[in-house]
């Protein structure tokens, strides 16, 4: 009896190898093929050509912004009938453009006299080049810098680029006088870890993100907008953006909102949050000169 026992062991540990390191196998190709193709995942840029982008755009009634040296930077909307009052930088979210953003220079420009500047990425509509956490925080920091010294620049950021907009405020505090994040993350990782459980996603991703890193050097106005039935960026992550920053903030929460639905506030919205950020913003003098720490 006992001799029979013995010989099932080395059976049943065949049988238990057999079945486990064919799993394991696949499990590691399946770890480094998410890390390999982690971008593609991230990542959804339109392409479209310039004749097409300029059509779009002018149904928008936006034009073409571009730095001094004549870069193609994204897309503006200066106001015609006066003189602004300071200007709104706009970092769009995945799967969409620069131009796309006109419906947030038609709410704000009714409520504020600003000048609306929309940033595109690197790979996202014609613009050169391919996106990732770097490229898209250069362009982003290239297009702060061109702003003209026209009074205070707030910042806009939805979904994919609330994470754009606090790295800007993070490296250049002293030139933004607001931010305006809706559908934000505290860390990009960890909305990837929670649409992906299966995978170590946290220690994968190699474009991060980390908004509430970032905001730790910024200490102006933060307004926050997160939606109930948010299912891209779900609403607790926005939350605990919220509970780490320290400065001054405000929540807007709609218990009804998707992702979508939420990045289309009416006036009386908009109202209160650029209100909440023209009184608390700091008295210092915004200059397009400031170069981060």
């Not at 929540?251 to 289309?264: N, S, Y």
Request: aromatic content about 10%.
């Amino acid at each position: 009896m006992n001799q029979a026992i013995r010989e099932s062991k080395p059976s049943f540990r065949k049988r238990f190898l057999r079945i486990a390191l064919p799993v394991v196998a696949f499990y590691l190709l399946l770890c480094l093929g998410c890390a390999s193709f982690q971008r593609r995942m991230i990542y959804f840029p339109p392409a479209c050509t310039p004749e097409k982008m300029e059509e779009l755009a002018r149904t928008e009634n936006l034009e073409r912004w571009r730095n001094a040296d004549g870069r193609a930077l994204g897309w503006k909307r200066l106001l015609s009938t006066q003189v602004a009052q300071g200007q709104v930088l706009l970092m769009h979210g995945n799967a969409c453009c620069a131009f796309e953003c006109g419906h947030y220079a038609d709410v704000i420009q009714k409520v504020a006299s600003l000048d609306v500047f929309a940033v595109e990425y690197p790979g996202y509509g014609d613009c050169p080049g391919k996106p990732s956490e770097t490229t898209l925080e250069q362009c982003a920091s290239l297009a702060l810098q061109s702003l003209t010294n026209r009074g205070p620049v707030y910042l806009v950021g939805e979904s994919l680029g609330t994470g754009v907009a606090a790295y800007l405020a993070g490296h250049y505090p002293e030139q933004v006088a607001g931010v305006i994040l809706l559908a934000p993350y505290n860390r990009l990782a960890d909305v990837a870890q929670a649409h992906i459980r299966i995978l170590p996603a946290r220690l994968l991703l190699r474009d991060r993100f980390p908004a509430a890193d970032y905001l730790h050097n910024y200490h102006g106005p933060v307004a926050v907008l997160v939606g109930g039935r948010d299912q891209v960026i779900p609403e607790r992550f926005g939350r605990r953006l919220y509970e780490e920053y320290v400065g001054q903030k405000r929540l807007w929460a709609f218990p009804e909102a998707t992702h979508d639905t939420l990045m289309v506030q009416p006036i009386e919205v908009w109202k209160q949050i650029i209100s909440f950020c023209q009184t608390n913003q700091s008295t210092r003098t915004f200059s397009s000169a400031t170069t981060p720490d």
